[in-house]
Protein backbone atom coordinates (compact mmCIF):
# COMPACT_ATOMS: atom_id res chain seq x y z
CA UNK A 1 0.00 0.00 0.00
CA UNK A 2 0.89 3.39 -0.57
CA UNK A 3 0.32 6.77 1.14
CA UNK A 4 -0.34 10.13 -0.83
CA UNK A 5 -0.06 13.36 0.63
CA UNK A 6 -1.12 16.51 -1.22
CA UNK A 7 -0.15 19.91 -0.42
CA UNK A 8 -0.53 23.50 -2.39
CA UNK A 9 -3.83 24.08 -2.91
CA UNK A 10 -5.83 27.33 -2.36
CA UNK A 11 -7.52 30.56 -3.93
CA UNK A 12 -6.00 32.04 -6.89
CA UNK A 13 -6.26 34.82 -9.56
CA UNK A 14 -6.62 34.34 -12.95
CA UNK A 15 -3.63 34.05 -14.76
CA UNK A 16 -2.06 32.86 -11.17
CA UNK A 17 0.27 30.32 -9.99
CA UNK A 18 0.10 27.67 -7.82
CA UNK A 19 2.27 24.52 -7.13
CA UNK A 20 1.11 21.33 -5.93
CA UNK A 21 3.26 18.48 -4.47
CA UNK A 22 2.58 15.18 -3.42
CA UNK A 23 4.60 12.95 -1.13
CA UNK A 24 4.61 8.94 -1.47
CA UNK A 25 5.49 6.95 1.65
CA UNK A 26 5.17 2.72 2.02
CA UNK A 27 5.69 0.20 -0.63
CA UNK A 28 6.75 2.20 -3.35
CA UNK A 29 8.35 0.09 -5.96
CA UNK A 30 9.75 1.00 -9.52
CA UNK A 31 9.12 1.44 -12.40
CA UNK A 32 5.57 3.39 -11.51
CA UNK A 33 3.82 6.52 -12.74
CA UNK A 34 3.05 9.42 -10.71
CA UNK A 35 0.48 11.85 -11.99
CA UNK A 36 -2.43 14.29 -11.32
CA UNK A 37 -5.64 14.34 -11.98
CA UNK A 38 -8.77 16.53 -11.13
CA UNK A 39 -12.25 16.33 -10.32
CA UNK A 40 -14.65 19.75 -11.01
CA UNK A 41 -18.13 19.48 -9.71
CA UNK A 42 -20.71 17.56 -11.52
CA UNK A 43 -17.80 16.05 -13.69
CA UNK A 44 -16.00 13.27 -13.99
CA UNK A 45 -12.47 13.20 -12.77
CA UNK A 46 -9.68 14.02 -15.15
CA UNK A 47 -6.14 13.31 -16.14
CA UNK A 48 -4.04 16.62 -15.87
CA UNK A 49 -0.60 14.91 -16.42
CA UNK A 50 1.60 12.09 -15.39
CA UNK A 51 5.11 11.29 -15.05
CA UNK A 52 7.14 7.76 -15.03
CA UNK A 53 10.38 7.34 -12.97
CA UNK A 54 12.08 7.48 -15.82
CA UNK A 55 10.82 10.92 -15.98
CA UNK A 56 8.31 10.43 -19.51
CA UNK A 57 5.55 12.73 -19.09
CA UNK A 58 1.92 13.12 -20.83
CA UNK A 59 -0.21 16.14 -20.20
CA UNK A 60 -3.89 17.10 -21.11
CA UNK A 61 -4.36 19.23 -23.95
CA UNK A 62 -6.35 21.30 -21.98
CA UNK A 63 -3.04 22.34 -19.88
CA UNK A 64 -0.23 22.12 -22.39
CA UNK A 65 1.96 24.85 -22.08
CA UNK A 66 0.48 26.46 -18.58
CA UNK A 67 1.50 22.99 -16.28
CA UNK A 68 4.48 21.18 -15.59
CA UNK A 69 4.35 17.88 -13.89
CA UNK A 70 8.05 16.91 -12.44
CA UNK A 71 9.27 14.53 -9.64
CA UNK A 72 12.04 14.27 -6.81
CA UNK A 73 12.77 9.89 -7.40
CA UNK A 74 14.98 10.17 -3.71
CA UNK A 75 12.27 11.97 -2.16
CA UNK A 76 9.21 10.04 -3.85
CA UNK A 77 7.72 13.18 -4.68
CA UNK A 78 5.45 14.63 -7.25
CA UNK A 79 4.83 18.05 -8.29
CA UNK A 80 2.93 20.27 -10.49
CA UNK A 81 3.30 23.65 -11.05
CA UNK A 82 0.48 25.50 -12.48
CA UNK A 83 0.87 28.90 -14.43
CA UNK A 84 -1.59 31.34 -16.03
CA UNK A 85 -4.40 29.77 -13.95
CA UNK A 86 -7.90 29.89 -15.55
CA UNK A 87 -11.25 29.98 -13.66
CA UNK A 88 -12.11 26.93 -15.86
CA UNK A 89 -9.03 24.92 -13.80
CA UNK A 90 -10.78 25.02 -10.21
CA UNK A 91 -11.14 21.70 -9.09
CA UNK A 92 -10.18 18.89 -6.81
CA UNK A 93 -7.08 17.42 -7.56
CA UNK A 94 -5.49 13.87 -6.69
CA UNK A 95 -2.59 12.55 -7.08
CA UNK A 96 -2.12 9.23 -8.33
CA UNK A 97 0.13 6.40 -8.09
CA UNK A 98 0.91 3.46 -9.98
CA UNK A 99 2.81 0.25 -10.23
CA UNK A 100 1.74 -2.36 -12.87
CA UNK A 101 -2.31 -1.15 -12.47
CA UNK A 102 -2.30 -1.22 -9.21
CA UNK A 103 -3.46 2.37 -8.13
CA UNK A 104 -3.62 4.09 -4.90
CA UNK A 105 -4.82 7.94 -4.52
CA UNK A 106 -4.67 11.00 -2.28
CA UNK A 107 -7.34 12.78 -0.76
CA UNK A 108 -7.24 15.70 -3.12
CA UNK A 109 -6.77 19.01 -2.73
CA UNK A 110 -8.91 22.24 -3.75
CA UNK A 111 -8.14 24.40 -6.13
CA UNK A 112 -10.27 27.38 -6.81
CA UNK A 113 -9.51 30.06 -10.03
CA UNK A 114 -11.36 32.89 -9.33
CA UNK A 115 -11.17 37.04 -8.92
Known amino acids: QVQLVESGGGLVQPGGSLRLSCAAS????????MGWYRQAPGKQRELVAT???????NYADSVKGRFTISRDNAKNTVYLQMNSLKPEDTAVYYC?????????WGQGTQVTVSS
Open 51 to 57: ITSGSST
Open 26 to 33: GSIFSPNT
Open 96 to 104: NFNWYGNEN
